[in-house]
C-alpha cells in the first residue's frame, strides 16, 4: 500500500487500534494522527522519507513508522523501552499494512543506551519530560536523534525556554533549526490524576537539519 495525499495517509493511520495499556511513567500518550500524518507528509515533501531508512525513537505503536513506510520509506526502526507497546503495535499493525510492516524493525532497547549506527531521518514524538523522574529526556532523545540521523523531525511540549535549549544542544551537535509549527496536541483521559475527557496544549514541530544541510 502506497497513500498519495496527506488525507489519505491520516485515513489509513486512523485504522490503527489505540493502546490500552499505557503507562504514565513512559508518558506513553498517543500522537494525533493528524499530527503524525502533519510530520511524516512534511519530511516527505522534504525529501527526506522516499527511499530512505527512517528511525523513531520512543516509537510507541509505531504509527510514525508505519506513515513513513506508507509515503515509501525503504525501511524502519521503531525504538522502545517498553516491550509490551511494540508487542501491541506489531499485532495490530501487520494485519493492517502486511507490506509495510514487512520493512518494519522492531527494537526493544533504552535509547539512553542506544547502539544504532547511522540512519537517514529521525521521526519522533518522545516523552515531553513532564512526569516526575523524566526531566530532561526529551533533549536525551533530541541529543541522540542528532547523532545518528542528518535531518531530525521532532514534537515538543512548547515552552518559550525551549527554543533557548533547543538551540544551545543543536548548535553543539552541528545540527539548525530549519522550521518549526506551533500544533495543538489533544490527549484523552487515560490516567486517574486526569480530570477532563480531553486535555488540549501546545507542542511544536520542529526540524533540525545539519549545519550546511538542505
Known sequence: MRVKSKKE????????????????????????????????????????VEGLTIADLGCGDGRISIAALLLGASRAVCIDVDEDILLHGAWKIYPLFPEA???????????????????????????????????????????????????????????????????????????ELASYEIRDFEIPMMFETHRRRIYRFKTVFVVLVESGGS
Open 9 to 48: 495517509l491520516e485515513l489509513a493511520l486512523s485504522r490503527i487500534e489505540p493502546y490500552r495499556g499505557s503507562k504514565k511513567r513512559l508518558e506513553q500518550y498517543q500522537t494525533p494522527v493528524s499530527l503524525v500524518a502533519h510530520m511524516a507528509w512534511t519530511a516527505y515533501m522534504r525529501g527526506d
Open 101 to 175: 510492516a514487512g520493512r518494519l524493525i522492531h527494537v526493544n532497547a533504552d535509547v539512553a543506551r542506544l547502539g544504532l549506527v547511522r540512519v537517514d531521518t529521525v521521526l519522533m514524538n518522545p516523552p515531553f519530560g513532564v512526569v516526575e523522574g523524566n526531566r530532561g529526556v526529551d533533549i536525551l532523545f533530541l541529543r541522540v536523534a542528532m547523532g545518528i540521523a542528518r535531518v531530525v523531525y521532532s514534537i515538543h511540549k512548547y515552552s518559550e525556554g525551549f527554543f533557548n535549549l533547543l538551540r544551545e544542544v543543536s548548535e553543539s551537535k552541528g545540527f
